[in-house]
């Protein structure tokens, strides 16, 4: 009997999604689950016609960059905010989602053995995703800063990954901080993958695209996802930004892969591109003005988490707990209907962390869920103390750094 690819037994699932499919079983049996390890926020949106979209052609393939109206749509929507221009023509591929979009670029630049930093706490997918392009995950733990980035180059470094706004820390990266990678990608001729799905979710100028600081395109490849800041994450519309030669290559990518996006979506939010934004965009105010409330929720009970101050996530210590952020979450889910993510996730020296998100539930039910998870804490912190206590040894061993 032939077996599956013995490079495919070194990937893992994505961890949020596995945690979201035990939901989602939960829920189909009549169980009720506070939710937060979704990644996505529940927004309030009219369902705008669709018999106004042109027939018969949303039934077919649209361009394998995506509708030329909706990328001139992007192109004009990008340069009104950042100041940097884009050829809608050349520089712009509209793909099936931001995650694809990302994947994509990887396939795209990566040859087999290339390495590629990413900075713990790092979104699930992208160690899996380098590894499924056959290249190999740098990982810096998240206690580094963006100066220490150079003490993990070698010979074999092609790319860093940066999320801005962050995913699951919720912090933006400062103008210093993004000029610094900027310097270093043209010193080293390294490229600069940004993902920047989460760029609606801030409510001040904080947030900086990295295309200002390479307008030209040269290194940098920007990942963004129309579906998430619209609240409409199941329609997986994405897009990515880039130079003419680099855009070429994901275009190639891309007609293997998917042909293009599903040309009803495209059209869809081509129509109502203003109309939905209108919409969503004050909703998502009121979702970082709760994100405020919950942080100050937070310190009130005293859960520890790591700073930041945009999307709709915190990365929340458990670190006295002394489980692992898989036993936690587990136990969180399965004692008290409560789900999170496990940190361990996000990287090996997340492990004392767990992601919890508020963008789907009422402020009611996430303060339950907060106050439930610092007695799960100090429940469990207390049960170490007695077991060391017991046996002599220090708390401290299993409590610490993990």
Known sequence: MPSPSRHM??????LSIKYNNIVYEMKARGEDVIVLSLGEAFFDIPLFPFDDLPFPALYHYSHSRGLLELRQQLAAFYAGKHGVA????????????????????????????????????????????????????????????????????????????????????GSVLAEAELRFLHDLARERNLFLIADETYSEFVDNDAFISAGVFDPAKEHTVICNSMSKNYGMSGWRIGFVIAGKAVAEEILKVTQHLITCPASILQYYLCRHFHDILAITRPQILRLIATRRRIAAYMDEIGLQRLPGDAT????????????????????????????AVPGIGYGHS???????????????RMQHALHTIKRLIVATAAAVSQAAAASGSDPALRSGQR
Not at 9 to 14: D, G, R, T
Not at 151 to 162: C, D, E, F, Q, S
Not at 350 to 364: A, H, K, L, N, P
């Open 9 to 14: 037994a070194e990937v893992s699932q994505a």
């Open 86 to 169: 884009v050829d809608p023509a050349t520089e712009i591929i509209v793909t099936a989602g931001a995650k694809l979009a990302t994947h994509m670029s990887l396939m795209s630049l990566l040859d087999p053995g290339d390495e590629v930093l990413i900075h713990e706490p790092a979104w699930v997918s992208y160690s899996e995703q380098i590894k499924l392009c056959f290249g190999r995950t740098v990982a810096i733990p998240y206690g580094r800063a963006i100066s220490d980035f150079p003490k993990y180059l070698t010979p074999k470094t092609k790319a860093i990954i940066v999320n801005n706004p962050h995913n699951p820390r």
């Open 312 to 339: 709709f996530y915190f990365f929340v210590s458990i670190a006295p707990s002394g489980l692992t952020s898989e036993e936690f979450c587990t136990r969180l889910l399965r004692e008290h209907r409560i789900s």
């Open 350 to 364: 997340c492990d004392q962390f767990i992601r919890v998100s508020v963008g789907t539930e009422t402020m009611e």
